[in-house]
């Protein structure tokens, strides 16, 4: 067997894995931003609050009204997606005309205001919340101890992520979508619903952010700051993918959870930054990202 | 009302021929700390409850003090903190400076007290070095410091048998200095220190630090870290089964807010050293039930830190007669306390307050009661072995 700087392969192959399971959450977080602003050209800085909120209702749901973590994986998102409906309607609507930067100070503003509610609520420390029945244990893989729930967090990403590109891609709604985009007058006058369509696509990547909340709610500490630190390394990620690309928002989520394990393993000091390393690098040698149109 | 009260102490005063009673003594007091961070539900608004419930046990208006409280928020950032403790003893009138959780912060706010001729009392913070390093003849380190933290629990797991030690560890001031009294503890207690892993601060994942401590074959896996941090590792912990494999965990620093975000299904069976818990005997139980009241939730040791400092700090106010800060920090050294939270103790010559510490190991869900029902107490730890001992640099005793 190999040995890599004194690594033995066992060590490597769980880091490995580990970066995967991390990889899933970064993938499904940069989809949703990439579909929001592939589409709606909208920098959106309240995912880490919406995916915080993903978090507090699967928790909500539990605790106030008694339904488990399978409905929360469903009303959850459509929940959070709900607020982003508003979001939308009330205030991002307006902006669409302006620069970026004011779709970002809005949105940024918001997260700001949801977090501070949350935490003035909820105080910081975090709220349990336990890891289904049927999921709880794992399999001893030889190298490691693999947690189903951890499985499970791969196996639902990978179709939320694929099923979210094929839908955009590969379907007439898909197309409607990107030709909306394009030119959302001549889609009008098609007969199309722009408005609404644009809508409903922020509310479904904000309804992504949901999701992936409530995938991290038996994991991670359900509190208020849970998306604050996470949505910075998202941006990254999506940076690095080229912003707006669904396939590249995808991949670089993956592949940069894979790194970011591997430098825990040989430099943990470094795990903090590496994947900000990695974005100065392409941003200095393909600024339009890896997986970018170009601008 | 304020009138037939100042009326009537000046009556007695003229009665008993004190001097000092006749005029009211104008105290304000600041309670700085964390109020939206990490350290937000240890310290927070809980601890500007304390102290106002200090000043309310202690008659403060009665006996001719007039206090005032004000708080704010340092948002873990030596920069801040230190600008507020400055504008507050410049501009504000403040006294004393209560809480201060973060060592980083406490350390600049504990040099800035020491030159503006302000008092620190501190509760919050962790760092020996308040008290030994960079110890200041106007700071009171009241609640606990790691070195104490690491001989409760370090001690208690090595002796206990479980001699073979990996540490998670924050990488920075704080992880690394309790990291390395844990060592010390270990060390003499005859245990072993098979290896460390640093993890950047905050993080969220610990999977593959546990994965890498898992492998090193330790018996005990401590984390030198603190707040969320640990809270994630202990819950991710559980999750790789890394507990059912035989390894425990200790965590060196942990409150019982944290082991509350756990719920006792994922920290049961954590052994973690306390100078607090509301449930140790009447008088704690009738001021938590009180400070819950006002607050929805328990108090921490901090919180209970910054009751006890304060009433100290208020009594010799009171016997001292003026908010002189040599006279009333040297009434405070001078005279040992006991205290309903925090039992008999006294403040040394360095600042150090030396009080029991206490080990508490997390109940089973099945034997917990209710929602804060959550520790067993298993060892009291004596003040005098809990903490270092005095430096020669550190003792202001001749000054006072």
């Known amino acids: 067997m190999f040995e890599l700087l004194g690594i033995p392969p066992q060590v490597l192959m769980g880091q490995l894995l580990l970066g995967l399971i991390n990889g899933s959450f970064y993938a499904v977080l940069s989809l949703g931003l990439a579909v929001i602003f592939g589409l709606l050209n909208i920098i959106n800085f309240s995912h880490g609050a919406q995916y915080m909120l993903g978090g507090f209702v699967a928790w909500m749901l539990l605790t106030y009204f008694g339904i488990g973590y399978w409905w929360a994986l469903i009303l959850a998102p459509l929940v959070v997606g709900a607020t982003g409906l508003v979001l939308e309607r009330l205030a991002l609507s307006k902006l669409y005309h302006l620069d970026h930067l004011y779709g970002l100070l809005l949105t940024f503003g918001v997260a700001l205001i949801i977090q501070g509610l949350f935490r003035n609520y909820y105080g910081i420390s975090g709220q349990p919340y336990q890891i289904p029945e049927i999921l709880s244990g794992g399999q001893n893989l030889g190298f490691m101890f693999l947690p189903n729930y951890r499985a499970w967090v791969v196996v639902a990403s990978v179709i939320v992520c694929f099923g979210t590109w094929f839908m955009i891609e590969k379907t007439r709604l898909g197309a409607y979508l990107r030709a909306a985009t394009e030119n959302p007058v001549l889609v009008g006058a098609f007969g199309i619903n722009v408005p609404r369509m644009i809508m409903l696509t922020y509310a479904f990547g904000v309804g992504l952010a949901g999701f992936a909340g409530v995938l991290a709610a038996p994991i991670y500490s359900v509190n208020p700051n849970m998306g604050a630190d996470l949505i910075i390394v998202v941006f990254a990620v999506v940076v690095i993918g080229g912003m707006g690309s669904i396939m590249g928002a995808i991949l670089t989520g993956y592949g940069l959870g894979v790194i970011e394990g591997l430098t825990r393993v040989f430099y943990p000091e470094g795990s903090a930054v590496v994947i900000f390393v990695i974005m100065a690098i392409v941003l200095m040698i393909k600024p339009e990202g890896l997986f970018g149109r170009g601008a | ?400």
């Open chain 2, 1 to 400: 009302m304020m009138r037939s009260i100042a009326l009537g102490t000046a009556a007695v005063a003229a009665l008993t021929g004190t001097a000092y009673a006749q005029e009211t003594i104008d105290v304000t007091l600041g309670v700085l700390n964390d109020r939206s961070g990490t350290y937000a539900d240890l310290s927070g608004e809980g601890s500007v409850i304390a102290a106002r419930m200090a000043v309310e046990d202690f008659n403060a208006e009665e006996k001719g003090l007039n206090v005032e409280i004000l708080s704010a928020d340092h948002q873990n950032k030596p920069d801040v903190g230190s600008n507020i403790a400055r504008q507050w003893y410049e501009q504000e009138g403040v006294d004393a400076i209560l809480d201060v959780p973060t060592s980083s912060v406490a350390l600049a706010v504990a040099d800035i007290s020491n030159q503006m001729g302000g008092v620190l009392l501190n509760s919050g913070a962790g760092s020996t070095e308040l008290t030994q390093g960079q110890c200041a003849p106007t700071t009171i380190h009241w609640t606990y410091d790691t070195a104490a933290l690491a001989k409760g629990t370090g001690q208690a797991i090595t002796e206990a048998g479980a001699d073979k030690w990996y540490f998670l560890t924050a990488d920075y001031a704080f992880g690394h200095s309790l990291e390395e009294n844990t060592m010390n503890v270990v060390e003499e207690a005859g245990g072993e220190v098979v290896g460390s892993v640093r993890h950047p601060f905050p993080a969220t994942d610990f999977s593959s630090f546990l994965l890498q401590a898992q492998a090193s074959g330790a018996d005990v896996i401590g984390l030198a870290n603190a707040g969320g941090d640990t809270v994630n590792a202990i819950k991710q912990a559980s999750e790789f089964g890394i507990t059912q494999s035989g390894q425990s965990l200790a965590a060196l620093l942990m409150f019982i807010s944290d082991v509350h975000a756990l719920s006792p299904e994922t920290a049961q069976g954590l052994q973690l050293t306390e100078a607090f818990y509301w449930d140790q005997n009447d008088e704690t139980r009738e001021w938590s039930s009180r400070f819950e009241e006002r607050h929805n939730a328990k108090p921490t040791m901090v919180h209970a830190g910054v009751y006890s400092a304060a009433m100290h700090y208020l009594r010799a106010v009171e016997a001292v007669g003026s908010t002189n800060n040599e006279e009333v920090v040297a009434h405070m050294k001078a005279n040992s306390f006991d205290d309903p939270l925090f039992g008999e103790g006294y403040v040394r010559a360095d600042g150090r307050v030396i009080h029991d510490m206490y080990l508490f190991e997390v109940k089973a869900p099945a034997d917990s009661e209710g929602e804060w029902d959550l520790y067993e107490q298993k060892a009291v730890i004596a003040g005098e072995e809990a903490f270092l001992p005095m430096i020669d640099e550190c003792d202001f005793s001749s000054e006072g």
